[in-house]
């Protein structure tokens, strides 16, 4: 038995939903996980009908900013059956990303339990379309209400499930951003916290006036080193070899970073993790050896760069060969048409059947 209640939707709005046309994190699924920190303990582990809760005015959360969150995937196996991606991973770096805002971890095995049973609940949810994917999203924020500027005593910690079709499916035209910057070697650039999102939204707003899509982030100290493109990692294609940031603590350890990194490698392609600079990357441009930019996350996978440009100079980057034999393994791990070498994916196996 699991000691997570249950409390059913009156009727489910599953056939209110036009899965063709699905907008990226508009649509959430009829259930949601909840649980309270108080007391230095989680408590009232629940599965919920989303619906809009109550919050003081004077959360602290909204504040000064205790909040993280991750973001992780459900698909379904050509058979139907639903699977997780990597859930482990995205267990640990929550409480890594806990542990750098001083907020309580939430237990690894809870967790995946409320994953299992949530993702099952909400199974008819999954889409099955091509690139499309049940979205998770986990957050923890803190819950006090008091505007005195300390840790919070107690926290909410909820998971959504959101269905999305295929992200970002246009070629990203790059901006690199010289006046502002993301995030510092031991600022919490590293960590999934919703302010590193607020601090990002001005500048990338000027780059989208400017007719970019996204900024590529310098490092924040000699506006050198290249750091990650809007919320995700990046990679180079430069002379054969796939080159990309290494993880430096402002850099966000992405999980799709790891999993390319580990593909690539396994089909024996030159992969390098190292301090690059935008020097190099310009350098490899102009002596025809840049072939390729691609950025990855979890919500687009891979996404194709059709352009950079740095100092007013516009560079195209016509080449997508690597980004999309990526993806389709990627996807095929996903869909369970390609192998799973390395058990990233995890049958969703409820503790408990809910319904
Ligand atoms: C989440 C995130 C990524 C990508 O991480 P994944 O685990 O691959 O989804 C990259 N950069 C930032 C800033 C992020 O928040």
């Given at each position: 038995m699991s000691n997570i209640s249950f409390t059913p939707v009156k009727s489910s709005r599953l056939n209110e939903i036009d899965f063709d046309n699905l907008k990226f994190g508009n649509v959430v699924a009829d259930y949601m996980f909840m649980a309270d920190y108080y007391d230095g303990e989680w408590h009232d582990m629940r599965i919920v009908p989303y619906q809009n809760m109550s919050v003081s005015p004077a959360n602290m959360a909204w504040h000064y900013g205790q909040a993280i969150f991750e973001g992780m995937k459900a698909t379904k196996a050509i058979d139907g059956t639903p699977y997780l991606y990597r859930p482990e991973d995205h267990a640990k770096r929550l409480n890594f990303s806990a542990n750098r805002m001083d907020m309580p971890s939430f237990p690894e095995d809870m967790f995946l339990e409320a994953l299992h049973m949530l993702t099952d609940i909400n199974k008819d949810w999954i889409p099955v379309k091509e690139g499309s994917a049940l979205y998770i999203r986990p957050f923890m924020i803190a819950f006090d209400n008091?505007?005195?500027v300390r840790p919070s005593y107690t926290y909410r910690f909820m998971i959504l499930n959101l269905p999305s079709n295929a992200y970002y499916t246009k070629k990203l035209k790059l901006k690199v951003e010289e006046?502002?910057?993301r995030a510092t070697i031991g600022g919490v650039g590293n960590v999934k916290n919703a302010g590193n999102y607020g601090a990002a939204m001005y500048p990338t707003s000027q780059a989208q006036k400017e007719g970019f899509d996204q900024v590529l982030w310098l490092d924040g100290i000699e506006k050198k080193y290249i750091q990650e493109v809007g919320t995700m990692n990046i990679f180079f294609v430069i002379d054969g070899t796939i080159v990309t940031p290494a993880i430096d603590g402002a850099i966000l350890n992405g999980i799709t970073r790891k999993s390319i990194i580990k593909i690539l490698k396994d089909k024996n392609y030159p992969v390098v993790e190292k301090a690059l600079t935008i020097d190099e990357v310009i350098k490899a441009y102009k002596d025809g050896k840049l072939t390729e930019i691609f950025g990855a996350g979890t919500a687009a996978v891979v996404a194709k760069v059709s352009s950079i440009n740095y100092k007013g100079i516009n560079m195209e980057l016509p080449s997508h060969e690597m980004s999309i034999l990526i993806k389709q393994e990627v996807d095929g791990i996903r869909n369970t048409t390609l192998e799973d070498k390395w058990g990233w994916m995890v049958k969703v196996n409820p503790k408990e059947k809910l319904v």
């Open positions: 008091n505007i005195g006046k502002y910057v």
